[in-house]
DNA sequence: AATGAATGAGAATTCATTCAT
DNA sequence: AATGAATGAATTCTCATTCAT
């Protein structure tokens, strides 16, 4: 939407029309690269996979690291953007809680993706980290509105909806078990009360 | 229990005294490195920190994943030790409660074993997945002596909550955060009903 | 003739100009340093000789054993290649014994050869026993063609020639002595008969 | 027999009785395993296969170049003795004509043993150089015997029938054709002149 | 004397990144 | 702009040899 981090490239110059293409291609194939195989997956898999050699690879990003940015700044935009067109739905409940589900089932067999969703709370000092708070943020809206409606008790807050979030996306059972676990979670954001004597229980 | 898994060495026989403590050292490192930096941390890494050279890293343990194993078999026979420990408590409630948030406390900054906790599921034919295996037996005591008393929701299963655990104990917000996103969770596994319309919600 | 396995590389594309002169000269220097040192000289030793970076020998030969694969490949087709120039010459004869000469006297100092000349014999699976093969059968050609003319006499065959062509090629005195040693040879593949008795005496 | 070279130690001073034992043991194990793999075999896999530590096997032989000579002596020692009993024999012909036989056949499967025969030509400066002398010089005896009786041609000299006897046992080809190569051999010592034309032939 | 443990110096192989075409 | 080639710096693992018990 009105991201400022979506410019082609940091120069500034539009590129080439082959070049956007192969921009493209490479951050749509770095996406399952890593997606599969970590933060370790070689980047010459990349370029072999996208069809270029691995120095255009790196025309585009300068180093590895950069790479694994732009692929996880992209995700993090899109699913910003889905957040931000749920947060103007009809239904808040809804909204939140089929946001968290999908986001959920799509980062299962996304190594990287959830490795970093997980560690972009950390220091990363770049375009990764400022996405991640974008997409917090809508979160964060949409959250809101589900309490608004009574869908999501009121005495939960951002930060620990999102560490959920987070760790849920992390997991990688079957589907079967991923929406039991999932209906765990959801009853907890919204009955609310009594198993308070538990909370700490044992710490 | 009787920890059948607690040998020094397959071979059987005894190490000598400095074998052991080298050992014993070389495995604490090694549970911190990895801890740190996931299995892509360097063995030379855990051989530097641990004060010895790298070749007795591999006199210990003849491979590196062999040593990964190694942690991994420590760290989840510990935690079964725990599990079955409590598994005696007077208060089942209290003790699957305590257990869970002391294992996900424990796991915080510790990549390697939270990554393993993931894929221990999958295939490593391995000691790991034993012990893997063992754990997740400890937790199903301790969760259907819970049930029992109701101190958790009757229609859980084990599957699910230990995917929970699995992913709850991946995040790592601060403290704070951590505490109230248990509580969310410990009140979905207490509570039950009513959400029932959000579970699938968006899917 | 038409030798199928001189292609560059068995991706089939032609290479680079400078990357093909790189490859010759890494396989160059390759044949001596292995004929010096045998299988065991090390692949940093022929890099530094060739002037490359070690990784350079790598790309072009992706392991240690494709490397000295190439090597004998390339060995193997050129005697192949001289064998059946020979066995088109009008005095088969002279062609038989001067190719056995010439091959033990190409084979002096190269001890990878010669060592491979002997193991190729036994099971590698690879293009190494294939180019041996294929250099066997030449030589099976000059022998028949020998025998042909009576120069060599009928009741030898191929596999003891073979055996006595890859044993001669191992000893390595010098020239004086091995012309002698190889008149003693092919004194032997001449005459025949008489000496009968002590073929297998103390046997 | 009257060898100077059999000392058990350097230092003189006769072993405890273990200790001879264990030497000898060592020994024999590393001649049957450098019989296999050649140089490149490990010490350890010695002293494993002995049954003793590694420590063991360098106290007895101060490097790992020592232990394969002490082989490499004892072996010489061996063939020399035979070759010198041999010399007393009556039939001089077959004599000479056994030993080598003898000689091939037993270094079949013998790759340390027949790569040191060959080696030991060249520049070692130790033990196992004079060892190999005294061997040289044993054949040699019996070859003048055998020349003398009219059993080998008169005209071949020691250094070529040594580089056959060396050659041949290099080759390892199943027995049905090591006897046929042999075979071809010993008509080329014995009958002599005719095939002169072909001796230099294509040099 | 015997041993298991420790180790430094390689060796093979990989990979992010730079270079020449 | 695109590419294949080149490379230095890791990284895992091995082995002859030394050390401490």
């Known amino acids: 939407m009105s ?18 293409t192969n921009r493209e291609r490479i951050l749509n194939v770095a996406e399952q690269v890593f997606g599969k195989g970590g933060r370790s997956a070689s980047t010459e898999e990349v370029a072999r996979l996208a069809g270029v050699g691995v120095a255009t690879v790196f025309r585009h990003f300068p180093t590895k690291a950069a790479l ?35 986001l959920v089932a799509d980062a299962a067999g996304k190594i990287a993706i959830s490795e970093a969703l997980l560690d972009a709370g950390s220091a990363d000092g770049g375009a990764a980290v400022q996405a991640s708070d974008g997409l917090r943020r809508a979160v964060g809206t949409l959250l809101r509105n589900a309490q608004h409606v009574g869908a999501v008790r009121g005495d939960v807050e951002l930060p620990e909806v999102y560490a959920l979030l987070v760790a849920t996306s992390r997991a990688r059972p079957e589907k079967e078990v991923r929406d039991r676990m999932l209906a765990i979670v959801f009853d907890g954001l919204t009955s609310g009360a009594g198993a308070g004597t538990f909370r700490t229980a044992g710490r």
């Open 3 to 20: 991201t400022p981090g979506n410019r082609e490239t940091s120069g500034g110059r539009p590129l080439r029309a082959d070049a956007r």
């Open 68 to 102: 694994l940015e732009a692929v996880l700044v992209q995700r993090f935009d899109r699913l910003r953007e889905q957040a931000e067109a749920l947060s103007r739905a009809p239904d808040p409940g809804a909204a939140f809680f089929g946001f968290f589900s999908r």
